[in-house]
């Protein structure tokens, strides 16, 4: 799975339109957008804090997914 697939999975599971992520995280809209497209590429830190970030405030459960990229990323 990709960062842009995990972002949107995120996203949806907090019920948040790309305004409101952007928003929650005081960012441009055009950056969610670009990173959900993949026209730009989020930074895995970046990726990290948003999911700390939204399971410590209870907004997504924990994410497999995200397992599954660092796993992948590290070997």
Do not use: C
């Amino acid at each position: 799975m990709e960062v842009r697939d995990i972002l949107k999975s995120m996203r949806k599971e907090a019920n948040m339109t790309q305004k409101d992520f952007a928003e929650y995280f005081g960012i441009p809209i055009r950056t969610v957008e670009d990173w959900e497209r993949g026209v730009r590429h989020m930074p895995d830190y970046v990726l990290r804090l948003f999911v700390y970030k939204m399971e410590m405030e209870k907004l997504i459960s924990a994410h497999p997914e995200w397992t599954e990229y660092q796993s992948s990323k590290e070997q």
